[in-house]
């Protein structure tokens, strides 16, 4: 299953103010670097990797360049405000499975950023032909546990005591996963699929 190619940038209002959403490349090194620093710690928890890290950014870029991890970023007046990736693991035996991740500048929650994202992000799977995507978070972060339920994913399992913060401190993991083929096999009933690829 594909999607036709989606076209960037394009635009979405987003709480009265307009967002553009591009296609993320290694230009945009320095620009996510500082987006990166201005968000909570507790927000990175959930990506496997420390993003405040400068070799984690080398090796998002150099995957960038490659071709692989599709990302997406989110500016508003020239500043990224967030961000999204997709790492789906070739060699595995879930290639057909594409992890999510989405950052949302604190000031930006609430304001309809991180659906909008996502939404973008379902457009891409289409598009990437994956049949699964999963999210994983702490469970603290209730408010965007919520936005991935109310867009159809669905709490798969607990892992407790999973992360570790800078201090030590272990949080409890949650994985929520969307059937990508369900959802667009519902959406081509009903006539919709055409509207994910414009």
Do not use: N
């Amino acid at each position: 299953m594909s999607a036709a190619s989606r076209t960037y940038p394009r635009t979405v209002a987003c709480g009265g103010a307009d967002v553009e959403i591009a296609r993320m490349t290694s230009a945009d090194r320095s620009t996510l670097v500082d987006f990166i620093a201005g968000l909570p710690v507790r927000d990175l928890l959930f990506v496997r990797r420390d993003l405040s890290h400068p070799k984690v950014v080398d090796a998002w870029m150099r995957s960038l360049d490659a071709g692989r991890m599709p990302s997406l970023a989110a500016r508003h007046l020239g500043s990224m405000v967030g961000c999204t990736a997709i790492v789906v693991d070739e060699l595995s035996w879930s290639k057909h499975v594409g992890e999510l991740r989405v950052l949302v500048a604190p000031e930006w929650r609430g304001r309809g950023l991180g659906r909008a994202l996502i939404q973008e992000c379902f457009a891409q799977a289409l598009e990437l032909g994956l049949g699964k995507l999963i999210a994983q978070m702490i469970v603290e972060q209730r408010g965007a546990i919520a936005v991935f339920e109310e867009l159809g994913f669905r709490a798969e399992a607990l892992l407790a005591g999973h992360v570790a913060d800078r201090e030590g401190r272990l949080h409890d993991l949650v994985l929520l996963s969307h059937d990508v083929d369900a959802v667009h096999g519902r959406m081509q009933a009903f006539g919709l699929a055409d509207a994910l690829g414009s």
